[in-house]
């Protein structure tokens, strides 16, 4: 083997030793040279940026349970949502997993774990790609806009799907 490539092998496994993120989908990538001339791609952590999560590691998933179809038996039943949300327990672990791997600072009280696609509009309710530490001083706006869609999906002034990728492409505009 030529010393670059096992240069680069030596590098990979002890890169490989430490913990990567459980959450990253596709992590946006930099380039690192090493002495020797290979080139290394480093993925940068995920970040919640303005309380919004970032799409390469909370693209938000949707429900495949909840339908257009089926949105008065789910979505729009009252209580529908407590039936299918998470237990504390999974969120607050995974709340804290997050914030490690995505360095977000201070305690866990000034964040909850929140749904990209929030459960009333038919978000996966434990899928991580949909949950992200969310500071809790940020959600006022984000909660008003669920509100507003899931109203506007269960009075059928709007489809479901329009409603789920409103929230994960940038429900700040």
């Known amino acids: 083997?030529?010393?670059?490539?096992?240069?680069l092998a030596a590098l990979l496994a002890v890169a490989g030793c430490g913990a990567a993120p459980a959450t990253v989908v596709a992590p946006m990538t930099t380039s690192a040279h090493l002495a020797h001339?290979?080139?290394l791609l480093v993925a940068e952590p995920c970040r919640v940026v303005d309380?919004?999560?970032d799409a390469r590691c909370t693209p938000g998933v949707l429900n495949p349970d909840v339908t257009q179809d089926n949105i008065h038996a789910t979505i729009c039943a009252p209580g529908w949502t407590d039936t299918v949300r998470p237990p504390a327990s999974y969120t607050a672990a995974l709340k804290l997993q997050q914030?490690?791997?995505f360095g977000e600072p201070g305690s866990?009280?000034?964040?909850?774990e929140d749904h990209?696609?929030?459960?009333?509009?038919?978000?996966?309710p434990s899928d991580p790609h949909n949950l992200?530490?969310?500071?809790?001083?940020k959600t006022t706006e984000q909660e008003d806009l669920e509100d507003h869609l899931h109203k506007a999906v269960c009075s059928g002034q709007m489809a479901l799907t329009v409603a789920q990728e409103t929230m994960r492409h940038n429900w700040t505009h």
């Open 1 to 7: 083997m030529s010393r670059q490539v096992v240069c």
């Open 37 to 39: 001339g290979p080139t």
């Open 51 to 53: 309380a919004r999560a």
């Open 99 to 101: 914030m490690r791997d």
């Open 108 to 112: 866990p009280l000034n964040y909850k």
């Open 116 to 124: 990209l696609v929030p459960l009333s509009i038919g978000g996966a």
């Open 132 to 137: 992200f530490p969310q500071p809790t001083a």
